[in-house]
Protein backbone atom coordinates (compact mmCIF):
# COMPACT_ATOMS: atom_id res chain seq x y z
CA UNK A 1 0.00 0.00 0.00
CA UNK A 2 1.56 3.43 -1.04
CA UNK A 3 0.71 6.29 1.17
CA UNK A 4 1.26 9.65 0.55
CA UNK A 5 1.67 11.92 3.04
CA UNK A 6 1.07 15.77 2.48
CA UNK A 7 1.80 18.76 4.71
CA UNK A 8 -0.62 21.36 3.49
CA UNK A 9 0.20 25.01 3.80
CA UNK A 10 -3.34 26.69 3.57
CA UNK A 11 -2.44 30.41 1.94
CA UNK A 12 -5.24 33.15 3.05
CA UNK A 13 -5.17 35.03 0.00
CA UNK A 14 -6.10 38.49 1.91
CA UNK A 15 -2.32 38.62 2.69
CA UNK A 16 0.64 38.81 0.57
CA UNK A 17 1.86 35.11 -0.58
CA UNK A 18 4.26 36.24 -3.05
CA UNK A 19 7.09 37.43 -1.69
CA UNK A 20 10.47 35.07 -1.91
CA UNK A 21 13.41 37.13 -1.22
CA UNK A 22 15.55 34.35 0.54
CA UNK A 23 17.99 31.95 -0.71
CA UNK A 24 16.49 29.13 -2.33
CA UNK A 25 19.80 27.31 -2.23
CA UNK A 26 19.34 27.20 1.66
CA UNK A 27 16.82 24.30 0.57
CA UNK A 28 14.66 23.36 3.88
CA UNK A 29 15.28 19.85 4.97
CA UNK A 30 13.20 18.44 7.43
CA UNK A 31 12.88 15.08 9.03
CA UNK A 32 10.50 15.00 11.77
CA UNK A 33 7.35 12.77 13.20
CA UNK A 34 5.36 15.76 14.44
CA UNK A 35 3.73 16.82 10.88
CA UNK A 36 1.12 19.39 13.13
CA UNK A 37 4.29 21.29 14.69
CA UNK A 38 6.19 20.83 11.21
CA UNK A 39 3.27 21.99 9.47
CA UNK A 40 3.04 25.31 11.69
CA UNK A 41 6.44 25.89 11.55
CA UNK A 42 7.29 25.38 7.69
CA UNK A 43 3.38 27.93 7.47
CA UNK A 44 5.11 30.85 10.09
CA UNK A 45 7.86 30.29 8.12
CA UNK A 46 7.05 30.76 4.94
CA UNK A 47 4.16 33.69 6.05
CA UNK A 48 7.09 35.47 7.37
CA UNK A 49 8.20 35.90 4.28
CA UNK A 50 5.39 36.79 2.66
CA UNK A 51 3.97 39.93 2.90
CA UNK A 52 7.24 42.08 1.79
CA UNK A 53 6.00 42.40 -2.04
CA UNK A 54 2.74 43.93 -0.10
CA UNK A 55 4.39 46.24 2.01
CA UNK A 56 6.17 47.76 -1.29
CA UNK A 57 3.57 48.14 -3.09
CA UNK A 58 1.88 50.18 -0.27
CA UNK A 59 4.81 52.37 0.31
CA UNK A 60 5.19 53.18 -3.39
CA UNK A 61 1.64 53.97 -3.54
CA UNK A 62 2.10 56.88 -1.42
CA UNK A 63 4.18 59.03 -3.59
CA UNK A 64 3.49 61.39 -4.99
CA UNK A 65 3.85 60.66 -8.57
CA UNK A 66 0.97 57.87 -7.67
CA UNK A 67 -0.98 60.03 -5.91
CA UNK A 68 -0.88 63.24 -8.37
CA UNK A 69 -3.03 63.17 -11.81
CA UNK A 70 -0.24 65.91 -12.60
CA UNK A 71 2.12 63.05 -14.55
CA UNK A 72 0.98 60.53 -17.41
CA UNK A 73 0.78 56.63 -17.00
CA UNK A 74 4.60 56.45 -18.45
CA UNK A 75 6.07 58.98 -15.95
CA UNK A 76 4.46 57.06 -12.93
CA UNK A 77 5.85 53.70 -13.78
CA UNK A 78 9.01 54.86 -15.68
CA UNK A 79 11.06 54.56 -12.32
CA UNK A 80 9.63 51.22 -11.45
CA UNK A 81 11.55 49.68 -14.95
CA UNK A 82 14.83 49.53 -12.58
CA UNK A 83 13.09 48.42 -9.65
CA UNK A 84 11.47 45.61 -11.86
CA UNK A 85 15.06 44.30 -13.26
CA UNK A 86 16.36 43.60 -9.96
CA UNK A 87 14.24 40.72 -9.42
CA UNK A 88 13.52 37.96 -12.93
CA UNK A 89 10.73 36.57 -10.86
CA UNK A 90 8.81 40.10 -11.12
CA UNK A 91 7.46 39.99 -14.60
CA UNK A 92 6.23 43.49 -14.55
CA UNK A 93 4.88 46.62 -12.31
CA UNK A 94 1.90 48.59 -13.65
CA UNK A 95 -0.06 51.67 -12.74
CA UNK A 96 -4.29 51.62 -13.52
CA UNK A 97 -6.09 55.00 -13.49
CA UNK A 98 -9.22 54.74 -11.93
CA UNK A 99 -10.95 53.85 -15.18
CA UNK A 100 -8.49 50.66 -15.09
CA UNK A 101 -6.28 52.23 -18.10
CA UNK A 102 -3.22 50.65 -16.99
CA UNK A 103 0.65 51.00 -18.71
CA UNK A 104 3.20 48.61 -17.13
CA UNK A 105 7.15 48.56 -17.10
CA UNK A 106 7.25 45.98 -20.16
CA UNK A 107 5.61 48.72 -21.96
CA UNK A 108 2.54 47.23 -22.40
CA UNK A 109 -1.21 49.47 -22.40
CA UNK A 110 -3.63 47.17 -21.12
CA UNK A 111 -7.00 47.36 -19.69
CA UNK A 112 -7.76 45.51 -15.94
CA UNK A 113 -10.93 47.07 -15.28
CA UNK A 114 -13.09 43.30 -15.24
CA UNK A 115 -10.33 42.07 -12.99
CA UNK A 116 -10.76 41.22 -9.64
CA UNK A 117 -7.44 42.56 -8.18
CA UNK A 118 -8.66 46.17 -9.48
CA UNK A 119 -12.00 45.57 -8.40
CA UNK A 120 -10.90 45.05 -4.93
CA UNK A 121 -8.38 48.15 -5.19
CA UNK A 122 -11.75 50.17 -5.92
CA UNK A 123 -12.97 48.49 -2.98
CA UNK A 124 -10.02 49.95 -1.19
CA UNK A 125 -8.54 46.63 -0.12
CA UNK A 126 -5.15 45.00 -0.86
CA UNK A 127 -5.00 41.63 -2.88
CA UNK A 128 -3.23 38.69 -4.71
CA UNK A 129 -4.54 36.73 -7.18
CA UNK A 130 -4.23 32.81 -7.54
CA UNK A 131 -2.10 31.89 -10.47
CA UNK A 132 -3.99 33.29 -13.62
CA UNK A 133 -2.60 34.09 -17.12
CA UNK A 134 -0.57 36.65 -17.65
CA UNK A 135 -1.70 40.11 -18.76
CA UNK A 136 2.14 40.66 -19.56
CA UNK A 137 4.14 37.40 -20.83
CA UNK A 138 2.45 35.13 -23.45
CA UNK A 139 1.64 31.88 -22.63
CA UNK A 140 2.87 32.64 -18.83
CA UNK A 141 0.95 31.87 -15.35
CA UNK A 142 1.66 34.57 -12.49
CA UNK A 143 0.39 36.16 -9.09
CA UNK A 144 -0.90 39.61 -9.31
CA UNK A 145 -0.09 41.95 -6.40
CA UNK A 146 -2.43 44.67 -5.95
CA UNK A 147 -2.87 47.68 -3.41
CA UNK A 148 -5.35 51.02 -3.86
CA UNK A 149 -3.75 54.49 -4.85
CA UNK A 150 -5.65 57.42 -3.10
CA UNK A 151 -5.11 61.14 -3.23
CA UNK A 152 -4.40 63.23 -0.81
CA UNK A 153 -8.18 63.96 0.18
CA UNK A 154 -8.61 59.74 0.18
CA UNK A 155 -10.09 59.67 -3.22
CA UNK A 156 -9.48 56.09 -5.40
CA UNK A 157 -7.35 57.56 -8.25
CA UNK A 158 -6.03 54.03 -9.25
CA UNK A 159 -4.29 50.91 -8.60
CA UNK A 160 -0.40 49.89 -8.18
CA UNK A 161 0.09 46.36 -8.77
CA UNK A 162 2.98 44.13 -9.52
CA UNK A 163 2.96 40.86 -11.61
CA UNK A 164 5.32 37.93 -10.53
CA UNK A 165 6.13 34.65 -11.85
CA UNK A 166 3.66 32.03 -10.16
CA UNK A 167 6.62 29.26 -10.06
CA UNK A 168 8.20 30.83 -7.33
CA UNK A 169 5.90 28.88 -4.64
CA UNK A 170 6.40 25.62 -5.96
CA UNK A 171 10.18 26.15 -6.66
CA UNK A 172 10.04 26.68 -2.51
CA UNK A 173 7.80 23.14 -2.31
CA UNK A 174 10.29 21.52 -4.23
CA UNK A 175 13.32 22.31 -1.80
CA UNK A 176 11.02 21.38 1.58
CA UNK A 177 11.93 17.75 2.36
CA UNK A 178 9.44 15.71 4.61
CA UNK A 179 10.80 12.35 6.06
CA UNK A 180 11.04 10.09 3.21
CA UNK A 181 7.74 10.40 1.44
CA UNK A 182 6.23 14.05 2.35
CA UNK A 183 4.93 16.01 -0.32
CA UNK A 184 4.14 19.49 0.55
CA UNK A 185 1.62 21.74 -1.29
CA UNK A 186 -0.15 24.81 -0.65
CA UNK A 187 -3.43 25.17 -1.21
CA UNK A 188 -5.53 29.35 -1.66
CA UNK A 189 -7.72 30.28 0.69
CA UNK A 190 -9.44 32.00 -2.24
CA UNK A 191 -10.48 29.06 -4.38
CA UNK A 192 -9.11 25.84 -2.58
CA UNK A 193 -6.92 25.31 -5.95
CA UNK A 194 -2.93 24.24 -5.48
CA UNK A 195 -0.99 27.26 -5.79
CA UNK A 196 2.32 25.72 -4.95
CA UNK A 197 3.34 22.56 -5.92
CA UNK A 198 6.40 20.30 -6.76
CA UNK A 199 4.81 19.57 -9.61
CA UNK A 200 3.99 22.49 -11.17
CA UNK A 201 1.89 21.02 -13.60
CA UNK A 202 -0.75 20.13 -10.65
CA UNK A 203 -1.01 24.75 -10.57
CA UNK A 204 -1.26 24.76 -14.72
CA UNK A 205 -4.11 22.31 -14.35
CA UNK A 206 -6.01 23.82 -10.87
CA UNK A 207 -6.12 21.32 -8.96
CA UNK A 208 -8.63 21.11 -6.03
CA UNK A 209 -8.22 18.09 -4.07
CA UNK A 210 -11.51 17.95 -2.65
CA UNK A 211 -12.86 18.23 -6.45
CA UNK A 212 -11.21 15.59 -7.29
CA UNK A 213 -11.99 13.38 -3.94
CA UNK A 214 -15.44 13.33 -5.15
CA UNK A 215 -14.30 11.06 -8.00
CA UNK A 216 -11.37 9.19 -6.38
CA UNK A 217 -12.07 7.77 -2.56
CA UNK A 218 -8.31 7.20 -1.89
CA UNK A 219 -8.13 11.07 -1.94
CA UNK A 220 -11.03 11.71 0.22
CA UNK A 221 -8.81 11.41 3.35
CA UNK A 222 -6.49 14.13 1.96
CA UNK A 223 -9.32 16.42 1.42
CA UNK A 224 -11.17 15.85 4.37
CA UNK A 225 -7.68 17.58 5.88
CA UNK A 226 -7.79 20.05 3.40
CA UNK A 227 -11.32 21.09 4.01
CA UNK A 228 -9.96 21.11 7.91
CA UNK A 229 -6.70 23.61 7.30
CA UNK A 230 -8.89 25.71 5.46
CA UNK A 231 -11.18 26.55 8.44
CA UNK A 232 -8.00 27.54 9.95
CA UNK A 233 -6.90 24.23 12.24
CA UNK A 234 -3.66 22.68 11.25
CA UNK A 235 -1.43 19.60 10.81
CA UNK A 236 -1.06 17.09 8.22
CA UNK A 237 -3.05 14.86 6.55
CA UNK A 238 -2.55 10.94 3.91
Given at each position: ITVICAVVFVVAMSCVVLAYNFARSAAIKIIEDDFEVLSNQVSDFIGARLNTEKATLETLALQPVFQ????????????????????????????????????????????????????????????VTDPMESITQDGMLS??????????????????????????????????????????????????????????????????IVEMATLNKDLQGLAEHVKKVKTGSSGAGE
Amino acid sequence: ITVICAVVFVVAMSCVVLAYNFARSAAIKIIEDDFEVLSNQVSDFIGARLNTEKATLETLALQPVFQSDEYSLEEKIEDLIIVADLDDTRYAYGFADENGNAYTTTGKYVNVASYEFFKKAIAGQPFVTDPMESITQDGMLSFIYSVPVLDEKGKFVGSLFLEKDSKILSDLMADIKVGKTGAPFMISNHTGLTIGDKNFQNVIKNQNIVEMATLNKDLQGLAEHVKKVKTGSSGAGE
